[in-house]
């Protein structure tokens, strides 16, 4: 089964940094696009970050310079380095996998995911 296990997020200030962790089982992280979403009070899933089989990142206007995505193919892990947290940060993250390399037009969609990480919350405050 291709699970992907979300670690990190909690209560915090404005400011502050956070590492966000998905590591994969049954999943070679290193084959694939993955992208860390955000989930807002409505029913839409937002991209924050992606990094594609090249390692071509992308990232929403409102993180950048703030946040990096990564990731450890030796480990099977994918990261998001939060820097400089904003209170408009709140909001549970999910990280989201799939196979093979995407448009970075695309890279944002979150139909075009097969995979995805029980979200963790984030929370910050001022």
């Known amino acids: 089964a291709q699970v992907l296990y979300v670690s990190g997020g909690g209560s915090f200030q404005s400011g502050w940094s956070l590492p966000l962790s998905c590591a994969a089982s049954?999943?070679?992280?290193?084959?694939?696009?993955l992208s860390w979403f955000l989930h807002v009070p409505v029913p839409v899933r937002q991209g924050v970050a992606s990094?594609?089989?090249?390692?071509?990142?992308r990232y929403a206007d409102s993180v950048k310079g703030r946040f990096t995505i990564s990731k450890d193919n030796a480990k099977n892990t994918l990261y998001l380095q939060m820097n400089t947290l904003k209170t408009e940060d709140t909001a549970m993250y999910s990280c989201?996998?799939?196979?093979?390399?995407?448009?970075?037009?695309?890279?944002?969609?979150?139909?075009?995911?097969?995979?995805w990480g029980r979200g963790t919350q984030v929370t910050v405050s001022s």
């Open positions: 990094i594609d089989t090249g390692s071509i990142t």
């Open positions: 049954g999943y070679t992280l290193r084959s694939a696009t």
């Open positions: 989201a996998a799939r196979s093979g390399r995407l448009w970075q037009l695309y890279t944002f969609s979150a139909d075009l995911y097969t995979a």
